[in-house]
């Protein structure tokens, strides 16, 4: 079982919907949760970092944390086009390396 | 992408020949990582270094060696590729290690071998 399980997808939705994308854990000791983002042929940049449970906002994105069930998402609202990318998930403990989840690619139609 | 830089870009070779590909930057930050990544499997660590001439193993750095004579430029070889090193690979670049790391990642090398 992989420590960090997502949805390859892809997930397709239209221009203005709200995105729900999920990734679920199962090493207990992650503390630390990022989200980014890769566009096709790009490297992946930071969207969000969080370290606890509950919700952060950041514009349109929303990064929430349930560390007792082990599961975390990033909203995104007013989708747009522009948004169209795969979401990766990581997370870390104190002092371990960064491990990822394999991605969610989104397709937002116009 | 900013500050991070990966030559060459695409690079198709043949199975039993060596392989490098450079990263270099200009943030002067101290840590650097080689990823692979693949469908399936996500972003994996190869190695890293946190230091010229200091470097250190990850979770895949099996038929890989690494290389940092200057902060600004990590090497990957794969001494003799095979069909399996067949990947995209990224570095990324971090100026602390722990906690609140946040890596920057280059844009990429994409890598065949035949």
């Known amino acids: 079982q992989k420590e960090v399980e997502q949805d390859p997808g892809p997930l397709s939705v239209p221009e203005g919907a709200i995105v729900s994308l999920n990734c679920t854990y199962s090493?207990?000791?992650?503390?630390?949760f990022m989200w980014y983002r890769q566009y096709s042929r790009k490297g992946p940049e930071l969207l969000m970092y969080?370290?606890?449970?509950g919700n952060k906002e950041d514009g349109r994105f929303t990064a929430q944390v349930d560390k007792s069930s082990k599961y975390i998402s990033l909203f995104i609202r007013d989708s747009q086009p522009s948004d169209s990318a795969t979401y990766l998930c990581?997370?870390?403990?104190?002092?371990?390396?960064?491990?990822f989840g394999t991605g969610t690619r989104l397709q937002v139609t116009l | 992408d900013a500050g991070i830089t990966q030559s060459p870009r695409h690079k198709v070779t043949e199975t039993g020949t060596p392989v490098t590909l450079r990263c270099h930057q200009t943030?002067?930050?101290?840590?650097m990582y080689w990823y692979r990544q693949d469908p399936g499997h996500g972003l994996r660590l190869i190695h890293y270094?946190?230091?010229?001439?200091?470097?250190d193993k990850g979770e895949v750095s099996d038929g890989y060696s690494v290389s940092r004579s200057k902060t600004e430029d990590f090497l990957l070889t794969l001494e003799s590729a095979t069909s399996s090193q067949t990947s995209v690979y990224f570095c990324?670049?971090?100026?602390?290690?722990?906690?609140?790391?946040?890596?920057?990642f280059g844009p990429g090398t994409r890598l065949t071998v035949l």
């Open positions: 270094s946190y230091g010229v001439k200091d470097t």
């Open positions: 943030e002067n930050h101290r840590y």
């Open positions: 990581a997370m870390r403990s104190t002092a371990s390396k960064l491990t």
């Open positions: 990324a670049i971090s100026d602390q290690r722990g906690p609140t790391d946040t890596q920057y």
């Open positions: 969080t370290y606890s449970s």
């Open positions: 090493n207990s000791a992650f503390q630390y």
